[in-house]
């Protein structure tokens, strides 16, 4: 877990001011990847004490358009937040009960960003998601 120095120097490092609200909720985020915006809230709120739904949900917001936060969305699923970001890497999904997990890229750096054909299309992301049973719901 990053301390809450790393933490403010990643906040400055994008030139956003470090305020409780936004430590508390990049600390959230870290804590609990892929993370829908509940958790990330309640997580905010055991460490901040009060604060609102919707000052949570403009941080999140405010952390994405920075670029700090990767926000995903699966069919079917609200929004989840994580903090690693910027390797396009994809997840797993379980059908069952939704529980999420990492998939790294097959072969080398971002590989899906080539696609057989673009159709001329600079493109800059690739969204794959395996869906399946994760290993409790596989074995229940
Ligand atoms: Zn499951
Ligand atoms: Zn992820």
Known sequence: MPTVDELTRVLRGSSLRVTGPRLAVLEAVHAHPHADTDTVL??????????????????LRTLTDAGLVRRIEP???????????????????CR???????????????????????????IDEAEVVYWGRCPACAAA
């Not at 529980?99 to 159709?119: F, K, M, Q, R």
């Open 96 to 122: 069952g009960c939704g529980a999420i997990a990492d998939v790294d890229c097959a072969v080398g750096h971002s590989p899906c960003l080539t696609a057989s054909d673009d159709s001329g299309f600079v």
């Open 42 to 59: 309640r997580a905010a709120r055991a460490s901040l004490g009060a604060v609102s739904h919707q000052a949570v949900y403009d941080v």
């Open 75 to 93: 069919a079917g699923s609200v929004a989840r937040y994580e903090t690693r970001t910027s390797d396009n890497h994809h997840h797993v999904v």
